[in-house]
């Protein structure tokens, strides 16, 4: 059975002392009993504090990008090591606004997280096709595609350090949530694939998160379809109770 993973992506929000204070009210309020694996991913400056704060709680902590060399010439860039160094457990990487908005392209996508593997850290590959492309029937290609670009060819092993996220741009951000038909389908396609390309147990414990407009009251429904183990939140995350209420629904 594959544990639900719920990540709470901050993206470029809240200063360093309003993120501390959000990790701060997570860790309080987090219940016990949680069943689901629980992470947050704050901007690279909060991240080392807000990893000491959750420093042996249930939370974990990753950072939203990582570039693939490991020192030099590349200004603006943080490297594997570095986010270890800040506490990081894992990284983002092919998020779709790193892809649409900065350009990343799918090959850019796979160092980053040949590198984050060899660097003992996990991955987030995030996957998902733009509106034209749902409308144009081009769904299964894109996610086809992106994650061929992102997997094929790595040893099975290297897998268990790697969650896939598949978020549907149009849904980003939107307020528009894929349906639970379409979600499931989505993944249920995408997991196929997986097996496809390396095997069906490699697959089955395989964790893929949905993301894209989870609330606390859509997210039971989209996690309880058989492929869907979770969530990537982006705006729901920002807030304690709505974030908690979307990690109770796993
Ligand atoms: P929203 O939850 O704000 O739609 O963002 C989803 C997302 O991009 C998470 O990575």
Redesign the pocket.
């Known amino acids: 059975m594959r544990k639900p993973y719920v990540a709470g992506?901050w993206k470029m929000n809240k200063t360093i002392p309003e993120c501390v204070t959000l990790a701060i009210e997570l860790r309080e309020k987090l219940p016990k009993d949680t069943k689901a694996a629980v992470a947050v991913i704050p901007q690279f400056l909060a991240l080392p504090k807000v990893a000491e704060v959750l420093r042996g709680s249930a939370i974990g902590v990753g950072a939203q990008d990582v570039y693939f060399e490991k020192n030099g010439a590349f200004t603006g860039e943080i490297s594997c090591e570095m986010l270890k160094d800040a506490g990081a457990a894992f990284a983002?990487v092919g998020?779709?606004?790193r892809r649409h908005v900065i350009g990343e392209t799918d090959a850019i996508v796979r160092k980053k997280l040949e590198a984050l593997l060899k660097s003992g850290l996990e991955v987030i590959l995030?996957i998902g096709e733009k509106l034209e492309e749902r409308e144009a029937g081009k769904t299964q290609e894109r996610l086809s595609i992106q994650t061929r670009a992102g997997l094929e060819g790595l040893a099975k092993a290297d897998l268990a350090g790697v969650t896939l996220?598949y978020?549907p741009v149009w849904?980003?951000?939107?307020g528009k949530t894929a349906s639970t038909a379409q979600a499931e389908e989505a993944h249920q396609f995408i997991r196929g694939l997986v097996e496809e390309l390396f095997d069906k147990s490699v697959a089955q414990s395989l964790r893929i998160q949905y993301?894209?407009?989870?609330k606390a009251d859509n997210a039971a429904e989209l996690m309880g379809q058989p492929n869907v183990d979770g969530a990537?939140?982006?705006?729901?995350s920002l807030v304690a109770d709505s974030f908690l209420g979307i990690v109770k629904g796993a």
């Open positions: 992506n983002l998020h779709s606004e995030c996220a978020e849904a980003i951000g939107t993301g894209g407009s989870v990537l939140v982006g705006g729901a």
